[in-house]
């Protein structure tokens, strides 16, 4: 298990910005594949970003495409979410995700574990 702790969420206006981060405790955070999902009330949960786990490649859903970035700081044991240009659309529960090497993304058996969840709300 490599528990997972998310922060940063809040109430943002439309066209602003949020910084999400996921602190993972343990020594085996760099082993993990670090994906971002996201569900909005009466929603299915969705992908956001996913991003290897050396940093090397990064994955975005098209509705995020150029506006988010991932990021993560092995160092640090920390991935990060930066939005902008954040809109209404965007509100949901964050969630940041472990996810073993190799496994595929999406399928709930790849992950080790999952963080609480951060609440982000755009208003409009």
């Known amino acids: 298990q490599v528990p997972l702790v998310e922060s940063g969420g809040g109430l943002v206006q439309a066209g602003g910005s949020l910084r999400l981060s996921c602190a993972a405790s343990g020594r085996t955070f760099s082993r993990y594949s670090m994906d971002w999902f996201r569900q909005a009330p009466g929603k299915e949960r969705e992908f956001v970003a996913a991003?290897?786990?050396?940093?090397?490649?990064?994955y975005y859903a098209e509705s995020v495409k150029g506006r988010f970035t991932i990021s993560r700081d092995n160092a640090k044991n920390t991935v990060y979410l930066q939005m902008n240009s954040l809109k209404p659309d965007d509100t949901a529960v964050y969630y940041c995700a472990a996810r073993r090497q190799g496994a595929m993304l999406g399928v709930a058996s790849s992950y080790e574990s999952w963080g609480q969840g951060t609440q982000v709300t755009v208003s409009s």
């Open positions: 991003i290897t786990w050396s940093g090397g490649s990064t």
